[in-house]
T-cell receptor, first 109, second 112 residues
Framework: DAKTTQPPSMDCAEGRAANLPCNHS???????VYWYRQIHSQGPQYIIH???NNETNEMASLIITEDRKSSTLILPHATLRDTAVYYC??????????FGTGTRLQVFP | KAGVTQTPRYLIKTRGQQVTLSCSPI?????VSWYQQTPGQGLQFLFE???????NKGNFPGRFSGRQFSNSRSEMNVSTLELGDSALYLC???????????FGQGTRLTVV
């Protein structure tokens, strides 16, 4: 099954950019990188996904290295509401998301 | 548009009983996946249905089963409940392969 490696926890000051790294060295060519977050007791929330190119949407930016073995999720101006567990996942055919332990991001005032 | 709806939100069952959980996907979404979340094991994939066919299955015993109807609504069933089945059960829907999945709020099952 797909495996990713993320730091267990990170802190970020409110208003600053939060940069969350993820290693996915076993990703294959047709597998996408997805980022989700889960705020306590809620269902995971989709953030962004990409294949090769960097992606940006209203929530975040996704930077994928050229060899696709790692990526970084960037929250440009973190707020207290961004405190959550962030999951980096990669998946190919079908819709089977294999969640790791994620990164617990704490945004502080 | 309406999100993914899971019913019931909370459920208490006794060991040995069976339970059925329901998931209504976002309109137009044909893929429905189910996940179990526990403090010890985290989020684990149960199974995925697409157009009424099970397309992927996780590593769970046969007591866990599911189905999908022609309107894409899905149910999952757990028979002969065990204490360890106490968990948050999450359903996610998507349009299909390699598209984003949207999760419901989950059903919290407690087995006593």
């Amino acid at each position: 099954d797909a495996k990713t490696t993320q730091p267990p926890s990170m802190d970020c000051a409110e208003g600053r950019a939060a940069n969350l790294p993820c290693n996915h060295s076993t990703i294959s060519g047709n597998e996408y990188v997805y980022w989700y977050r889960q705020i306590h007791s809620q269902g995971p929330q989709y953030i962004i996904h990409g294949l090769k190119n960097n992606e940006t949407n209203e929530m975040a930016s996704l930077i994928i290295t050229e060899d696709r073995k790692s990526s970084t999720l960037i929250l440009p101006h973190a707020t207290l509401r961004d405190t959550a567990v962030y999951y980096c996942i990669f998946t190919g055919a079908g819709d089977k998301l294999i969640f790791g332990t994620g990164t617990r991001l704490q945004v502080f005032p | 548009k309406a999100g993914v709806t899971q019913t019931p939100r909370y459920l208490i069952k006794t060991r040995g009983q069976q339970v059925t959980l329901s998931c209504s996907p976002i309109s137009g979404h044909r893929s429905v996946s189910w996940y179990q979340q526990t403090p010890g094991q985290g989020l684990q994939f149960l199974f995925e249905y697409f157009s009424e066919t099970q397309r992927n299955k996780g590593n769970f015993p046969g007591r866990f089963s599911g189905r999908q109807f022609s309107n894409s609504r899905s149910e999952m069933n757990v028979s002969t409940l065990e204490l360890g089945d106490s968990a948050l059960y999450l359903c996610a829907s998507s349009r299909g392969t390699s598209t984003e999945a949207f999760f419901g709020q989950g059903t919290r099952l407690t087995v006593v």
